[in-house]
Structure formats: C-alpha cells, structure tokens
C-alpha cells in the first residue's frame, strides 16, 4: 500500500498529463489497465507453480526498478523538459506498465491469499479484519497526501519515496515472509518458531 499503488491508479491521468508525453494520456490509462487485467489473470494462473514468495520478491524488484525510472525522469525533467518529452516522453508509460504489472502479479493479490495461510484458526477473523482496516486506513493516508508530496517536494522525490518504501517491502519479505506453497498451517507455524 505504501508503495503508492491506490494514489498512482487514482491520479493516472494526470500523471500522464504532467509527463507530456506525445500519447494521449487517456490512451496511456487504458492501456496501463489492460496490462493491470492481464497480469492479474496471469498471476492466478501460475502463483502455485513457483510459489508466493517468488512473486512477492519479484513483484517488488520489478516496482523499485520501474519508480526509480519514472522518479528519474521526472527529476530530469526538471533541467530539460522539451528534450527528455520529446526523447523520452515513451519511459512514463513502459515505467507505470512495468510497475502495475508487478503489483498485479505479486504484491497485489498475493497477501490476501497468504493471510489465510498464515494466520491461525482462533484468529483468523480478527486479524483479517484487522489487516484489511489497517490497508484502507493506509491507502487513504497516501491517496490523501499524494498530490501535496508531488506539489511540495517534486514529482521524483514522491517517485523516489514510494521506491523507498518498496526497497524496505523486499528487505521485510526475503528476511521474513516464509513460502507457504503446499505447506500446512502446523509447517508454517514451525517454521516461524525456528526462526525465533
């Protein structure tokens, strides 16, 4: 969530405005949404063949890659708006596409399933609402504060933050985020015991 997902979804269109690319930024949307459907569809298909925890890591990598790009980009923007818009006015929309493509394949639906893994039978109820409540409280913390970040400190220090957030998200899942792929919730449990 606090990799910026909800507020970059919400504020596409202006995104793609700001950017200046040569491409419709409506176009520009809809294709970002196209990709977004077909990697959701795609993620279903083989997230039990190489496991949850390959696309946690990979759905992350693929984001810090993608924001750093589209931070950097607007960062040197700053100097040169004509040429890095007519040159490179292509990298926003390969950027947002890369990036909601490796939300949609790992860090997007991936969590929800593994909330049903990982947490025990007795609190199962609970901790799930917990965790849905604490996701919506962040999202409209980041929606909320999206555009006065771009505003106030740049439109790359914003990119540049949410990479942030997405490096310390890969560092959290290799070091403890466990695979759960055709392991029982007593394999799960044991293995956070070990790791005490």
Same mark, same amino acid.
């Given at each position: 969530?606090?990799?910026?997902?909800?507020?970059? +979804? @919400?504020?596409?269109?202006?995104? @793609?405005?700001?950017?200046?690319?040569?491409?419709?930024?409506? *176009? *520009?949307?809809?294709?970002?949404?196209?990709?977004?459907?077909?990697?959701?569809?795609?993620?279903? +298909?083989?997230?039990?063949?190489?496991?949850?925890? @390959?696309?946690?890591?990979?759905?992350?990598?693929?984001?810090?890659?993608?924001?750093?790009? +589209?931070?950097?980009?607007?960062?040197? &923007? +700053? #100097?040169?708006?004509?040429?890095?818009?007519?040159?490179?006015?292509?990298? $926003?929309?390969?950027?947002?596409?890369?990036?909601?493509?490796?939300?949609?394949?790992?860090?997007?639906?991936?969590?929800? #399933?593994?909330?049903?893994?990982?947490? $025990?039978?007795?609190? &199962?109820?609970?901790? *799930?609402?917990?965790?849905?409540?604490?996701?919506?409280?962040?999202?409209?913390?980041?929606?909320?504060?999206?555009?006065?970040?771009?505003?106030?400190?740049?439109?790359?220090?914003?990119?540049?933050?949410?990479?942030?957030?997405?490096?310390? #998200?890969?560092?959290?899942?290799?070091?403890?985020?466990?695979?759960?792929?055709?392991?029982?919730?007593?394999?799960?449990?044991?293995?956070?015991?070990?790791? &005490?």
């Amino acid at each position: 969530v606090v990799c910026g997902i909800d507020a970059i +979804l @919400f504020y596409t269109v202006d995104i @793609f405005r700001t950017a200046g690319s040569t491409l419709n930024e409506y *176009s *520009s949307t809809i294709i970002l949404g196209v990709a977004q459907v077909v990697a959701a569809m795609s993620s279903a +298909l083989v997230v039990d063949k190489y496991g949850r925890r @390959f696309f946690l890591l990979t759905s992350e990598v693929f984001m810090v890659i993608s924001l750093s790009i +589209l931070g950097t980009f607007f960062y040197l &923007k +700053l #100097g040169d708006d004509t040429y890095i818009t007519t040159e490179f006015g292509w990298i $926003p929309l390969v950027s947002l596409i890369v990036y909601v493509v490796a939300f949609s394949i790992g860090l997007g639906p991936i969590p929800y #399933g593994m909330m049903a893994e990982l947490l $025990p039978l007795n609190i &199962k109820g609970i901790g *799930s609402s917990l965790l849905t409540t604490t996701r919506w409280l962040l999202v409209f913390f980041v929606t909320r504060f999206f555009n006065d970040i771009m505003e106030n400190a740049g439109r790359h220090v914003g990119y540049w933050l949410f990479t942030g957030f997405c490096i310390l #998200g890969t560092v959290f899942i290799y070091m403890f985020v466990p695979e759960t792929k055709g392991k029982s919730l007593e394999e799960i449990q044991e293995s956070f015991r070990r790791k &005490k």
